[in-house]
């Protein structure tokens, strides 16, 4: 049985996870604070995981019906994300596994977001093909085994979410982006306007959002005031084609490359019904598997971490006392 | 039974046990080569060492944690820590301030004739003052006794010297922020003691000693005294320009 913290965006998160059993997955999400900043402003999600974080710890050990004494480790995102944040993380369960002597196991978030394929209710074993786009990352990743991942293509700029956020913000749709402009595009033509799918021609597995939000920067501009307002369907639809073909591009060339046999689709943009869709029929095409988690475990949670550090080797005590947390990768990234 | 404090709000790591007056263990880390503070690395093995030095956790049964105002960052390394601790051990809480920390410095030195001939009498007032960075400073003015008079402030070089000189009797100034703005406080009359003088670094036997006068609080209320807002607006603009460049 392993508690799990999570606090490396803003999401405050603490699970006790037995195996592929979830006993409990608490996340308090701050998105309301940070909407009106139209983005996670660092100190402002710093300031709110120390708020959260031990009421969210004492909520998932209370309903998971289990004692601090009881769990076999603390597990914790050590990275990658915003330091701050981190550390909030980090130092709490640093000091909880340190009172009851219990082993600290420091967990890469990416590897999270690939681990919760391993959780019920569906969980399933490598090897699959795992595309992770949130608003703080979009990677694909290689997954051969339990304990690490290949990253076989990751962004060069931007999240996908991100790409999400910012665009909803240039359209006046609120945060965050991606179930803002999901909604908009709903009224919309996806063909009105032709943004670039960037990095379709390079052959590699690596994604580029920067371009496609300065396109429509541009367009917006010469659009003006008025025919903005009255485009934004359209725009949101046109711009959520733009980031959902790179995305599958990306899937399919990393498919044509691999011989994979299953497909998972992770991190708050698989919550997209056209990313869905689409990968659906990709899968469909080539009569391979596709996997989604529910949805509460592609957001980031602290379930994931725990799934990670359920294949990650544990650090005793007293040796992770000097553990520090990494805005990078962890240091047992894979 | 005994109290650990510590303090993360300034650059140096500092931690102690003790028992009334009595200090039965204590600690202190200064920042790495890089200059950068080693609270996150160090907290909880000065935290181990010293428990161990003094007993063992059996003998603790108070938690005692700098509340700043400080480092935002090295505020929520100690306080997390000590919230997660106390959680976990059962142990009461309170939060202690750090410039009264300070404060309590200036009036050991002061009480046990560490100043030439101040015979036992407080007879200044400590003005603890931290640098806060982007030119400013935290101060909150004590009286002899190192009792707080007044909040806590953040104010410029400037606003400091003018509340310098409203205080009676003269202060004595201690703190990085008093360091930082020596020839500005002396221009007033404000006595700083020089450099190397330890009456400059927050002590945990003096968070010790405040920590066990408070009331102990839930754990969940120990916050970190900010005292300014999060700046989301300087954030906020540097993306704008990201944004449209
Ligand atoms: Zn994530």
Redesign the pocket.
């Known amino acids: 049985m392993i508690l799990a913290l999570e606090t490396?965006?803003d999401d405050t998160c603490a699970a006790v996870v037995d195996g592929p059993r979830i006993l409990s997955n608490v996340v308090s999400s701050q998105a309301s604070f940070h909407e009106q900043y139209g983005g996670v402003v660092p100190e402002v999600a710093s300031r709110h995981h120390l708020q959260l974080v031990n009421a969210v710890t004492d909520a998932a050990l209370s309903q998971a019906g289990a004692e601090l004494s009881q769990v076999d480790a603390v597990a914790v995102t050590q990275g990658p994300g915003l330091i701050g944040a981190l550390l909030v993380g980090m130092s709490t369960a640093k000091a909880l596994a340190s009172a009851v002597r219990k082993p600290l196991i420091p967990a890469d978030?990416?590897h999270?977001?690939v681990a919760a394929n391993f959780l019920e209710p569906d969980p399933i074993d490598p090897p699959f093909l795992c595309l992770?786009a949130?608003g703080?990352?979009t990677l694909l990743a290689g997954v051969s085994d339990h304990s690490s991942f290949e990253t076989l293509g990751q962004t060069l700029d931007d999240a996908a979410g991100e790409a999400f956020d910012k665009g909803a913000r240039l359209l006046g749709l609120g945060y965050p982006g991606g179930p803002a402009i999901q909604r908009a595009a709903q009224e919309g033509d996806p063909a009105a306007f032709g943004f670039p799918v960037a990095m379709s021609r390079d052959p590699g597995l690596d994604f580029s959002f920067s371009g496609l939000k300065t396109a429509l920067v541009y367009r917006v501009r010469e659009l003006g005031e008025e025919r903005t307002a009255a485009s934004v369907p359209d725009l949101a639809a046109s711009y959520q084609r733009a980031i959902v073909d790179q995305l599958v591009v990306k899937l399919e060339r990393a498919l044509d490359r691999g011989g994979w046999g299953v497909v998972a689709l992770g991190?708050g943009v698989a919550a997209n019904v056209e990313l869905r869709e689409r990968a659906g029929q990709l899968c469909e095409a080539r009569e391979i598997g596709l996997k989604l988690v529910p949805l509460e475990l592609c957001t980031?949670n602290a379930a994931m971490i725990a799934a990670a550090a359920a294949h990650t080797e544990p650090i005793p005590y007293p040796d992770y006392l000097t553990f520090d947390a990494s805005a990078q990768a962890a240091n047992l990234a894979v | 039974m005994a109290t650990l404090g510590f303090d993360t709000a300034t650059a140096i790591l500092t931690v102690a046990v003790a028992d009334g007056r009595e200090v039965l263990a204590e600690g202190t880390r200064t920042p790495g080569s890089d200059g950068r503070p080693r609270h996150s690395p160090l907290l909880l093995l000065e935290v181990e060492r010293c428990v161990e030095g003094a007993g063992g956790w059996s003998r603790i049964d108070r938690l005692a944690v700098g509340v700043g105002p400080g480092s935002y960052t090295g505020l929520r390394i100690g306080i997390s820590t000590a919230r997660a601790l106390a959680q976990a051990r059962g142990l009461e809480i309170t939060g202690v301030s750090t410039l009264s920390a300070l404060a309590m410095g200036v009036f050991s030195r002061e009480t046990t004739g560490g100043s030439p001939g101040s015979g036992g009498q407080a007879t200044r007032a400590p003005l603890p003052v931290l640098d806060a960075r982007r030119g400013q400073t935290f101060v909150q003015v004590h009286d002899p006794r190192a009792e707080p008079r007044g909040e806590p402030l953040v104010l410029g070089p400037e606003e400091l010297c003018e509340l310098a000189a409203t205080v009676a009797p003269k202060p004595l100034a201690a703190g990085d922020g008093a360091l930082r703005f020596r020839a500005e406080l002396e221009s007033v009359g404000v006595e700083v003691p020089e450099d190397r003088d330890p009456v400059h670094s927050v002590q945990a036997r003096h968070v010790c000693v405040l920590g066990e006068m408070a009331d102990a609080a839930p754990a969940e209320t120990i916050e970190p005294l900010y005292l300014r807002e999060p700046d989301a607006k300087r954030w906020l603009k540097r993306d704008e320009r990201t944004d449209t460049g």
């Open positions: 490396s965006c978030h990416l999270g977001h992770v949130s703080g990352h991190g980031d």
